[in-house]
């Protein structure tokens, strides 16, 4: 590195310490978010110059090698690939995440702090949102992940019985 960039390097962590100092904690995690980014922003950068360089350009070779397309039959869509819902379980999850997450809220409201009634009710709301939304998130992952499992499982038993 030259002397330049080691300079604009301490003037960057000089104004990072000043606003450590200024914003406390918010500091901190602002200079983690901005070192997180930099560091992402770099990694994605090297890693797609690298399979850019690697790629095979000769697209005519390619194209002359085939040279009439075999047809396939088009497959049956899976699961994943049609729009419905997802089950019983979301909706039961989400109303139980928010149901937990109202209560629990409310409760810390009124027993943590000096919280009134009206404030304890809006933070129990806020909560029970938060609270059903990661009762809902939780529910959609694990179903769109056991049906996954569950149409592999079938496609891998069904190619093994026709190859025997």
């Not at 090297?46 to 040279?67: I, K, M, N």
Request: glycine share 10%; proline share 4%; charged share 15%.
């Amino acid at each position: 590195m030259q002397p330049v960039t080691y300079s604009w390097l301490v003037v960057v962590v000089a104004i990072a310490c000043a606003a450590i100092g200024w914003l406390g904690i918010a500091g901190w995690i602002a200079v983690a978010v901005v070192i997180a980014s930099v560091g992402m922003h770099v990694a994605g950068n090297a890693l797609g110059t690298t399979l850019r360089e690697a790629a095979d350009r000769d697209l005519a070779r390619l194209r002359h090698r085939t040279a009439v397309p075999a047809a396939v039959p088009r497959p049956k869509p899976t699961r994943l690939e049609r729009r419905q819902s997802l089950g019983r379980l979301v909706p039961v999850s989400a109303t139980i995440g928010a149901t937990v997450g109202g209560l629990s809220g409310a409760a810390a409201l009124t027993t943590l702090t000096s919280a009134s009634i009206a404030g304890a009710a809006l933070g129990g709301v806020s909560s029970a949102v938060i609270g059903g939304l990661f009762g809902f998130l939780a529910a959609s992952f694990v179903e769109i992940i056991r049906t996954s499992l569950r149409e592999a499982i079938a496609a891998e038993r069904s190619s093994v019985t026709a190859d025997r």
